[in-house]
């Protein structure tokens, strides 16, 4: 069984799609995580990110591992955690233009599909029930006013203890919603029979038991 849990950045997707995955007792799938990790082989490798065949080569000889371990998403390429590292102000940055690529889409949505082949997974990300997973049982899409958005990013970022004014927080997700929702390849879109939960005025639990009453007067 698949839940697909799409939506912009920040409208509370992923402690919500934890929760109901942790209720649920399914796997969790962050496929942001996925694209951060890319962004930031890429900058590693200080690849141009305008040399579209330098890109496709990194991502070939990329070696990406994403697995729950408790509440935690764990990260690794080519071996190493970089869980913390792909929510780095660089890889925020450049992580639309990256997710933008079409070989980056393709190969990350194989590994998607594969690991949603082998279990039953709460998927989040912006084209899961649109492209990765057209047939899935359960798709929701996730809303919320952009400046709630980035009043909730804000008040994560100083918690962890990085100083960007909240203007700044805004505008960084007003860039992103634009760049997510008009790429030409698989945009953030929701699907037709998604559906649609605005979170503005929700508390995470509200949020989370939304979808498993969903679930469970349907399945
Ligand atoms: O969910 P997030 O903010 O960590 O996602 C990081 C970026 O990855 C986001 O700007 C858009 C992209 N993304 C995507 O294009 N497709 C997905 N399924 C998930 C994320």
């Given at each position: 069984m698949i839940v697909a849990i799409d939506g912009p950045a920040?409208?509370?997707k992923s402690t919500t799609a934890k929760m109901v995955a942790k209720k649920l007792e399914m796997t969790y799938l962050d496929t942001g995580a996925m694209y951060r990790a890319v962004t930031l082989a890429l900058l590693r490798s200080n690849t141009d990110l305008d040399d579209y065949d330098s890109v496709c080569q990194v991502v070939d000889k990329l070696e990406l591992d994403i697995y729950d371990k408790g509440s935690k998403t764990i990260v690794k390429l080519d071996g190493e955690d970089v869980s913390e590292a792909i929510r780095s102000m660089p890889v925020t940055e450049n992580v639309s233009a990256v997710s933008a690529m079409k070989y980056v889409r393709q190969t990350m949505v194989e590994i998607q599909r594969n690991i949603g082949k082998k279990t039953n997974c709460v998927v989040e990300g912006r084209d899961i029930g649109t492209v990765v997973f057209p047939d899935a049982e359960f798709k929701i899409f996730m809303v919320a006013d952009v400046n709630m958005r980035a009043e909730r990013r804000f008040k994560d970022l100083h918690e962890m203890g990085e100083s960007r004014s909240f203007q700044d927080v805004l505008a960084d997700l007003r860039r992103r919603d634009e760049k997510d929702s008009t790429?030409?390849?698989?945009?953030l879109q929701k699907a037709d029979e998604a559906i649609e939960i605005d979170t503005s005025m929700l508390s995470i639990d509200q949020q989370v038991r939304k979808i498993i009453n969903l679930v469970k007067k349907n399945n």
């Open positions: 920040a409208s509370g790429r030409a390849y698989s945009p």
